[in-house]
């Protein structure tokens, strides 16, 4: 007998949207009606909604608690997992899974995603977290490309022109050229040449 699909719904608890919420119910729903098994974190906001819809759909409901009372999950999870493990037990969720669904979440979904990119799992975001604080927007899903532009899976930042090295001084660069000397190098040349005539006409003159 063939095991049936686990597919695991992540989410915001008190930070879901009233939107996020009665997607939730409506994906829960669904996992039911697909014959799916429903995981989540079992507490409120989008766990209960999506657990609530897999029971109005005749499914069956797993909740990895964070805690490590049974009595803490919400009143539609069957199979309630106390772990006692806080924020860990995201994990469980994301390995349990055969895919993973996210709705209106925050940065604990997020490390759910990250989770389960990592482990090569499939992902759905559909849709974004509300703002846990001014000027912060967290998303589960990567921002779409314009309407009529397919995503060619680049980024879209233009690339950076490359910087060439300039050349090392060569050390010498600031030789003279050859056949040229200066006024002293000249200079002391000529006395040489000036001192070897004079002791050659002595020797001469000796002999």
Request: hydrophobic content about 35%; aromatic content about 2%; proline content about 7%.
């Amino acid at each position: 007998m063939a095991r049936k699909a686990i597919i695991g719904v992540i989410g915001g608890g008190s930070t879901a949207s009233p939107e996020g919420v009665a997607l939730a119910e409506e994906v829960g729903f669904l996992i039911a009606r697909a014959d799916a098994v429903l995981i989540c974190g079992g507490l409120n906001g989008v766990m209960e909604a999506s657990a609530k819809g897999a029971k109005r759909g005749g499914g069956l409901t797993v909740g990895v608690l964070p805690t490590g009372n049974k009595a803490d999950a919400n009143p539609h999870i069957d199979l309630p997992i106390a772990t006692a493990m806080s924020t860990a037990r995201n994990l469980i969720i994301v390995r349990t899974a055969d895919a993973i669904i996210a709705v209106n979440g925050s940065y604990g979904t997020l490390s759910e995603i990250a989770h389960a990119f990592d482990l090569g799992k499939t992902v759905f975001g559909l849709r974004r977290g509300p703002s846990t604080r001014p000027g912060s927007t967290p998303s589960c899903l990567s921002p779409s490309p314009p309407r009529g532009r397919p995503s060619t899976g680049r980024s879209s930042t233009p690339a950076r022109p490359s910087r060439r090295k300039k050349p090392a001084l060569d050390s010498r660069s600031n030789a003279r050229p050859a056949g040229r000397r200066d006024d002293k190098q000249s200079a002391g040349l000529s006395d040489s040449a000036r001192f070897h005539s004079r002791a050659t006409d002595n020797s001469g003159r000796r002999r």
